[in-house]
């Protein structure tokens, strides 16, 4: 597979996402407006992290653009949960992409206790050779899911496979994480 050439429309579309993502903060600031938006991060997937789930997941390479839906990843940061659906909601209005599916593990964490709401889209980038249409993943998260889902994935890949106990205080910390933005998204609201 030419690895460069396949990455170009990703770098591209996670490029322009997040400067139209981030545009919205200032929209919100030119008017005057509390923003739901904290910041906006992106990626490309590595060329050693996709061949690592090619092996894992039995992917065929000229499948890729379709198994994976998280070659180009951004990240949207919220201060406080109803700030999440928010976001989502601004984001379902846009027609500079589709919206293919959605997940929302912030009310239905996982059982490791990983919360994020995640939108699967579908996004056209104009290249030389025409329009190309890729995946996308945009998980919407606070600060305080961030922090929690980089210690998890910190200590998970250190340690493997972590023992039961670890991962029994892993989702109680995440448990008491989400009680904690619960209070304050409700003193937020006494404002």
Do not use: C
């Not at 996402?17 to 200032?26: E, G, H, I, P, R």
């Not at 500079?96 to 929302?104: A, G, H, P, S, V």
């Not at 996982?110 to 995946?135: A, C, F, N, T």
């Amino acid at each position: 597979m030419e690895w460069e050439s396949f990455f170009e429309p990703y770098t591209q579309a996670v490029a322009e996402l997040k400067v139209k993502l981030n545009y919205l903060s200032a929209q919100y600031q030119k008017a005057g407006q509390a923003t739901p938006v904290e910041y906006v991060t992106g990626r490309v997937k590595s060329q050693a992290s996709i061949e690592e789930k090619i092996v894992r997941r039995h992917l065929h390479e000229d499948r890729l653009a379709l198994d994976l839906q998280d070659i180009a990843g951004l990240r949207i940061m919220t201060k406080y949960i109803d700030d999440i659906y928010a976001v989502v909601e601004l984001l379902r209005k846009r027609t500079d992409f589709t919206i293919l599916e959605e997940r929302d593990y912030v009310m239905n964490a996982k059982p490791s206790g990983y919360r994020s709401y995640h939108m699967v889209i579908e996004y056209p980038v104009q290249l030389l050779d025409g329009e190309h249409k890729v995946l996308a993943e945009i998980q919407i998260r606070t600060l305080a899911m961030n922090f929690w889902s980089t210690i998890e994935h910190d200590l998970r890949y250190k340690h493997g496979e972590i023992a039961p106990k670890m991962a029994e205080q892993l989702t109680e910390i995440s448990e008491q994480t989400f009680a904690l933005e619960q209070e304050l998204s409700e003193i937020k609201e006494q404002d």
